[in-house]
């Protein structure tokens, strides 16, 4: 009995001699470095092989408890610790569908052998909880590619120890093929030129890295161009540092469809073309008038009026058709009035009583549940995507599952029931059984905002609790709000957001640009939401005004802003282009004969035809995602065979038939043509190809001809 007593003695004195290991500081990070905790494994909705653990490692007390108490405790072999499943498993001296995640002589396994050895303590949260992640260092620059730059992850405890945890923590990039991250190492890669962003990950809390990779060729030199307003500033400095040379501004007749399409979602006419190219005024001077006039237009309200019914699923499906029409007039109504953005979301969601005699209240119908509903206030109003929070803690971001719920509380008290008229209902608040309350253990949940208001607002415990969310969302102390909205109307600019997707407002998806960012937002602070000034500022940026022909140094540029990116016309602006261009009018079911797609009220009017084709969203989601702008090859069999085309080309009251009763020339046809349709003159030897082929045979069918491969063009079908 001595030896063994002796051999039991020196396992008590070897374990005594080691330094204590929790759950919390020690073991926790292990399961979630090993993808233990990852979605295809144990993380994943269901568990794994009857065994779950919380996604990424979220709720740490979970996977504490599911270790210990599942089969009964025995996955731990206290005694022989070397024996444990939890050790014999990841190790593969026992069957594991996961493969093999660490060797028995790596400093994992000693951990979690001392661990159990140790009793298996889960430690004290309030010493061994991760405080905050540093990370060194905090910007990367490499002067080309190829070169490799070490990331080091340094962990602050709540007890004030640090550590470093680069081998534990999960280093990712946002771009790999930019930036490439060797998971054994963390160090950097830099594969070509270009910037990412590198995503830090340990135990909940995150940070986030910049990586430049600059461009080595040799000969660049800044060349100032002329900056027309703080935008350009901004994009400049960026630019210069990144060596990236931006391209001049583009021509007139460039920037006449360009702007035309955007503000106003509509072409200019041959006219209107003629007029602005044979203006003498400055062009600064001239252009700056015209972006005031298109602003003023009834066509910009049309346009706007259709983005901002996509975000509001302003559609017959929820709505009916009395409701949407309603619903439309009312967000007509508020952009032909420039209603201040923050008045505007304070209407939509403090809106009680009738849908029929306040429209704002159909923001609510679409929803109907407190929780799709919180979801899309703040992914529209926010840029913030709650969804991933409902079932844990989100993997990518500091929201946490009690906030989605603690959000969602806003909306609990939002009641609807069946109104007076066919087709009406009442918005109101309730005023019993109306508590949200939290999945996991029932308790109920109290509204609380998603950050800190920075002035103390008090929150009321009645049902009119969505009132103060209203006022808290729309503050311009709200550090998503005003961001959100503009970043949100310059990517309609720019084809892209500042932050991109426009909807994903995170951490992990930084800015490309963050000194242009937050002046914008500031800008549209100062002038009070003031949706229309921050239009007319990046319409008169240089920025947006530059040509899309990209130079030798700014070529593979897609993200800062160094030239302008072509663009497919979305669907409803695509159509009516067609129909203004050959001078016909749409043919839509069930709304007056002179109704633009513009002007339509829901996506139920032509449903399944050519607007769906090009990408018409059907309004079942708030997401800009669902507006897709590909250009596919159903697209280009319909643009060549389609009767949406052939018809609006054969109109008998269309513009080759007025062209030809008007007697017009060879010459003067190929012109209208090409301003009407490209909102340009054609060039010499395009005219005199036009020319040669109208006059080859029967004119009127060969100038529809001419026409049709027109529209068929990329440089009608996208903007420039």
């Known amino acids: 009995m001595r030896p063994l007593l002796l051999l039991a003695s020196t396992a008590l004195i070897c374990v005594a001699a080691e330094p204590p290991v929790t759950f919390l500081r020690d073991v926790a990070p292990i399961l979630n470095k090993a993808s233990c905790t990852s979605g295809p494994c144990h993380g994943a909705a269901k568990g794994k092989n009857g065994f779950k653990l919380s996604l990424r490692g979220y709720d740490p007390q979970f996977d504490y408890e599911a270790l210990l108490y599942d089969l009964s405790g025995r996955r731990f072999n206290r005694a022989e610790p070397g024996r444990s499943l939890m050790l014999s498993k990841p190790t593969q001296q026992v069957a594991h569908g996961g493969g093999l995640r660490f060797e028995k002589d790596t400093p994992y396994y000693k951990t979690i052998y001392n661990w159990i050895a140790q009793g298996v303590p889960y430690g004290d949260p309030a010493k061994d909880a991760v405080a905050s992640v540093v990370v060194e260092p905090k910007e990367v620059t490499m002067a080309k590619p190829g070169e490799t730059v070490a990331v080091k992850v340094t962990a602050r405890f709540l007890d004030g120890q640090t550590r470093d945890v680069t081998r534990e923590a999960t280093v990712e990039s946002n771009t790999p093929d930019l930036a490439r ?152 109504d508020s952009i032909a009035a420039n209603k201040p953005y923050d008045k505007m979301v304070r209407e939509l969601l403090t809106s009680r009583g009738s849908t029929y005699d306040d429209p704002a209240a159909n923001f609510f119908r679409t929803t109907r549940d407190a929780r799709p509903t919180m979801e899309k206030t703040t992914q529209v109003f926010l840029g913030v995507r709650m969804v991933c929070a409902q079932c844990h803690d989100h993997p990518f971001e500091r929201w946490t599952q009690n906030q989605y719920y603690q959000m969602s509380a806003f909306f609990s008290a939002v009641g609807i029931r069946p109104g007076y008229e066919i087709g009406e209902e009442i918005i109101y608040d309730q005023r019993a059984d109306y508590e949200m309350k939290h999945p996991k253990d029932s308790r109920v949940v109290a509204p609380e905002f998603l950050v800190a208001s920075a002035t103390p607002v008090k929150i009321p415990s009645d049902s009119r609790r969505r009132d103060a969310l209203a006022e808290w969302l729309v503050s311009k102390e709200n550090p998503f709000f005003a961001k959100a909205i503009a970043n949100r109307v310059w990517s309609y600019f720019f084809g892209r957001g500042i932050i991109d997707p426009v909807d994903d407002i995170r951490a992990s998806n930084p800015p490309v640009n963050p000194q242009l960012l937050e002046a914008l937002t500031q800008d549209l602070i100062d002038h009070k939401f003031d949706l229309q000034h921050l239009m007319r500022t990046i319409a008169n940026s240089r920025a947006y005004q530059t040509a899309f022909t990209p130079n030798e140094w700014n070529a593979t540029d897609a993200d800062n802003f160094s030239h302008a990116m072509p663009r497919r016309l979305p669907a409803e602006v695509l159509m009516d282009a067609v129909a203004q261009a050959a001078g016909a009018r749409p043919n839509f079911p069930e709304v007056p004969e002179d109704t633009s797609a513009a002007q339509l009220p829901d996506p139920h009017v032509g449903k399944d035809g050519f607007l769906d084709l090009f990408g018409r969203p059907t309004r079942e989601s708030a997401c800009e995602c669902e507006r897709r702008a590909d250009l596919s090859l159903p697209q280009a069999l319909n643009l060549i065979n389609g009767r949406t085309i052939s018809d609006a080309v054969a109109d008998a009251k269309g513009r080759v038939a007025a062209n030809v009763l008007a007697g017009k020339s060879s010459e003067a046809m190929v012109e209208d043509l090409y301003l009407a349709t490209l909102s340009r003159t054609p060039t010499k030897e395009e005219s005199e190809s036009g020319v040669k082929y109208l006059s080859g045979g029967a004119k009127a069918t060969r100038a529809q001809d001419l026409l049709w491969a027109l529209l068929n063009s990329k440089g009608f079908l996208y903007s420039y």
């Open 181 to 332: 991250v060797d998971s054994a190492t963390s160090k950097v890669s830099g594969e070509r030129t270009g910037e990412a962003t590198l995503l830090v990950r340990y135990q909940g809390k995150f940070s986030t890295v910049p990586v430049t990779v600059l461009n080595p060729k040799p000969g660049f030199a800044w060349k100032p161009l002329p900056q027309n307003n703080y935008i350009d500033k901004f994009i400049d400095a960026k630019l210069q540092k990144l060596h990236l040379q931006p391209s001049p501004v583009a021509d007139d007749a460039t920037f006449l469809r360009r702007v035309s399409l955007d503000l106003a979602g509509r072409l200019p006419t041959p006219d209107e073309v003629r007029a602005f190219l044979a203006d003498a005024t400055p062009s600064r001077t001239k252009r700056a008038k015209l972006i005031d006039k298109l602003i003023a237009s009834p066509a910009f309200t049309d346009h706007w009026t259709v983005k901002w019914g996509d975000l509001l699923q302003s559609s017959r499906k929820f709505l009916g058709e009395k409701g949407t029409y309603g619903f439309r007039d009312w967000i007509n």
